[in-house]
C-alpha cells in the first residue's frame, strides 16, 4: 500500500530532551515536507527537500532540523526541545517538486513537551 | 509571499444542509489551489485541486469548488451534507512552478454535522 508512516504517533516528552521523528514514504516520491499544526494556524510548512541531500527552510524552521540521507526517509530532528514546539507534526511526500504536485500526508506526530 | 484566508472557523449544519466554506488567497502570480480534509483522528486527505482549464472542479464525496481569479477565491461546496461530513477541512494555495512546492494552508474550519 502507497503511504507515508509516521514515528512515533504520540510522544510526551521534558524540555531539552533531544527526540527524532521519523518519516517514510514507499512512493519514490522525489519530494518530502514537514509542517506543524495548531489550532486556528492550519498547517505550517518547517522544512522541505526536492531530493536526497537537499533540504531548504520553510515558514516555521526555528528550533528544528531534518536530514535526507536516503530518498524514502526525512526524519526530523528537535536537539533541545521547548513547549512552543507542543504541536501535531506531519510529514508529507510529493512526486514532483512544481507546486502543481498533491500532497500525500502521513498520519501525524502529537508531541507534547513539558 | 502568499497567504490564505478561511473565514470560517466552525461550521455547523444539519444534515441535508447545504454547504459553503469560503476561501482567499492572496498572490499576485498563477496559482494552484488545493482543498483537503481532515476527518477526526486522521491524517489529511486531497478532497480536489485546481490547476488550470474549467474553474469549477469537482472532487470526491461530491464536493466541488469554484475558482474566481476575479476575487481570489476558491470556495468549496457541497449541496448536501451528511453526517460523515464532519471534519476540519483545509484550503491550500501553491504559487505555480514553485520548485520548493510551497503549500500555504488557511487556518481551516471545523465543520460540524449534527444527526
Known amino acids: 500500500e502507497a503511504q507515508v508512516t509516521q514515528n512515533p504517533r504520540y510522544l510526551i516528552t521534558v524540555t531539552g530532551k533531544k527526540l527524532t521523528v521519523t518519516c517514510s514514504q514507499n512512493?519514490?516520491?522525489?519530494?518530502m515536507s514537514w509542517y506543524r499544526q495548531d489550532p486556528g494556524l492550519g498547517l505550517r510548512q518547517i522544512y522541505y527537500?526536492?531530493?536526497?541531500?537537499?533540504?531548504d527552510k520553510g515558514d516555521v524552521p526555528e528550533g528544528y532540523k531534518v536530514s535526507r540521507k536516503e530518498k524514502r526517509n526525512f526524519p526530523l530532528i528537535l536537539e533541545s526541545p521547548s513547549p512552543n514546539q507542543t504541536s501535531l507534526y506531519f510529514c508529507a511526500s510529493s512526486p514532483g517538486t512544481g507546486g502543481g504536485y498533491e500532497q500525500y500526508f502521513g498520519p501525524g506526530t502529537r508531541l507534547t513537551v513539558t | 509571499a502568499q497567504s490564505v484566508s478561511q473565514h470560517n472557523h466552525h461550521v455547523i449544519l444539519s444534515e441535508a444542509a447545504s454547504l459553503e466554506l469560503g476561501c482567499n488567497y492572496s498572490?499576485?502570480?498563477?496559482?494552484?489551489l488545493f482543498w483537503y480534509v481532515q476527518y477526526p483522528g486522521q491524517h489529511l486527505q486531497l478532497l480536489l485541486k485546481?490547476?488550470?482549464?474549467?474553474?469549477l472542479v469537482k472532487g470526491i464525496k461530491g464536493f466541488e469548488a469554484e475558482f474566481i481569479k476575479s476575487k481570489f477565491s476558491f470556495n468549496l461546496r457541497k449541496p448536501s451534507v451528511q453526517w460523515s461530513d464532519t471534519a476540519e477541512y483545509f484550503c491550500a494555495v501553491s504559487p505555480n512552478n514553485n520548485a520548493g512546492n510551497m503549500l500555504t494552508f488557511g487556518g481551516g474550519t471545523r465543520l460540524m454535522v449534527k444527526p
Open positions: 498572490y499576485g502570480g498563477t496559482v494552484n
Open positions: 485546481y490547476f488550470s482549464g474549467d474553474p
Open positions: 527537500s526536492m531530493n536526497v541531500e537537499v533540504t
Open positions: 512512493m519514490n516520491h522525489e519530494y
